[in-house]
């Protein structure tokens, strides 16, 4: 392993440095939040863990967000 990362230029142990970086976040995060929370909505009311609502909910404003920007593109 030591070898192969004296053959890294800058730029790629840059980058592995972040993704290991970013991989410790998302764990620590799932460890952090992993009690179940009450999700109601309309006429259900969902049980999940937090780690699963919070990227969900994330994920559907990018949709949301994506799908706003196209429709002001498209009309003008």
Same mark, same amino acid.
């Given at each position: 392993?030591? =070898?192969? /990362?004296? #053959?890294?230029?800058?730029?790629?142990?840059? @980058?592995?440095?972040? %993704? *290991?970086?970013?991989? =410790? +976040?998302?764990? +620590?995060?799932f460890i952090q939040n992993n009690? *179940?929370?009450q999700v109601a909505f309309l /006429?259900? *009311?969902? =049980?999940?863990? #937090?780690? %699963?609502?919070?990227?969900?909910? +994330?994920?559907?404003?990018?949709? $949301?967000?994506?799908?706003? $920007? @196209?429709? @002001?593109?498209?009309?003008?």
């Amino acid at each position: 392993m030591i =070898a192969r /990362w004296e #053959r890294m230029n800058i730029k790629e142990r840059i @980058r592995l440095v972040l %993704v *290991t970086l970013l991989v =410790a +976040l998302v764990l +620590l995060f799932f460890i952090q939040n992993n009690e *179940t929370v009450q999700v109601a909505f309309l /006429w259900g *009311t969902f =049980a999940l863990p #937090r780690f %699963v609502m919070l990227p969900g909910l +994330l994920l559907l404003g990018f949709v $949301a967000g994506y799908l706003v $920007a @196209r429709l @002001r593109r498209h009309r003008r």
